[in-house]
């Protein structure tokens, strides 16, 4: 099974702010044969289910504000919030769906420095 | 509006069992793969299990292979969780979850969860 570990484990950002998660994957999921990466980013507020961010890789799910990207190729990947709102306070969570069973990473808390 | 809305969820004793409902509504259930999701207190999230749109064809997490069973009913548009032979570490909420349209082991679509707790 492919192990997702996110990077930090916490963050404190101040409100506008940029804030930069990191996501590595023990083996690629970069799928030579479409040449894209089987990555997508979920944000989780207390007491919510997850809501899909991005997905392969870089793709902006509809409706979700601008601020947020998704970077990263192969093995090493970035959510980026250009500038923190206070709305933005979450677990965010990777997840690679490159292989069964999909996988997520351990989740990064994001807080308001 | 896309909902998913579980239930069915409670406390059971170590061994015991219970069956999950997930109902649907504000999209075609039919055309849509499904999954359920699990997470422990306080912890990550965990793939449990998957169901192709017609039924047909099902996917389990090693942890759950043999003591869970995913199923469908297209015509009430809802999808269940049969849970047996439960252990505490299946203590969770359970979601269930819509597949993206893109395919591929994405949710899009979450309901709020039920939570499960196995203690004696």
């Known amino acids: 099974d492919i192990v997702m570990t996110q990077s930090p484990d916490s963050l404190a950002v101040s409100l506008g702010e940029r804030a930069t998660i990191n996501c590595k994957s023990s083996?690629?999921?970069?799928?030579?044969?479409?040449?894209?990466?089987?990555l997508a980013w979920y944000q989780q507020k207390p007491g919510q289910p997850p809501k899909l961010l991005i997905y392969?890789?870089?793709i902006r799910e509809s409706g979700v504000p601008d601020r947020f990207s998704g970077s990263g190729s192969g093995t090493d990947f970035t959510l980026t919030i250009s500038s923190l709102q206070a709305e933005d306070v979450a677990v965010y969570y990777c997840?690679?769906?490159?292989?069964?069973?999909?996988?997520f990473g351990q989740g990064t808390k994001l807080e308001i420095k | 509006e896309v909902q998913l809305m579980e239930s069915g969820g409670g406390l059971v004793q170590p061994g015991g069992s219970l069956r999950l409902s997930c109902a649907a509504s504000?999209?075609?259930?039919?055309?849509?793969?499904m999954h359920w999701v699990r997470q422990a207190p306080g912890k990550g999230l965990v793939w449990v299990s998957r169901?192709?749109?017609?039924?047909?064809?099902?996917g389990y997490a090693d942890s759950v292979k043999g003591r869970f069973t995913i199923s469908r009913d297209n015509a009430k548009n809802t999808l269940y969780l049969q849970v047996n032979s439960l252990r505490a570490e299946d203590t969770a909420v359970y979601y269930c979850?819509?597949?993206?349209?893109?395919?591929?082991?994405?949710?899009?679509?979450w309901g709020q969860g039920t939570l499960v707790t196995v203690s004696s």
């Open positions: 979850a819509r597949e993206h349209s893109s395919g591929h082991d994405v949710f899009d679509y």
């Open positions: 504000g999209f075609t259930f039919s055309s849509y793969w």
């Open positions: 169901i192709n749109s017609a039924g047909g064809g099902t």
């Open positions: 083996q690629s999921v970069l799928y030579s044969s479409d040449n894209k990466n089987y």
């Open positions: 392969w890789a870089s």
């Open positions: 997840q690679q769906y490159y292989t069964t069973p999909c996988s």
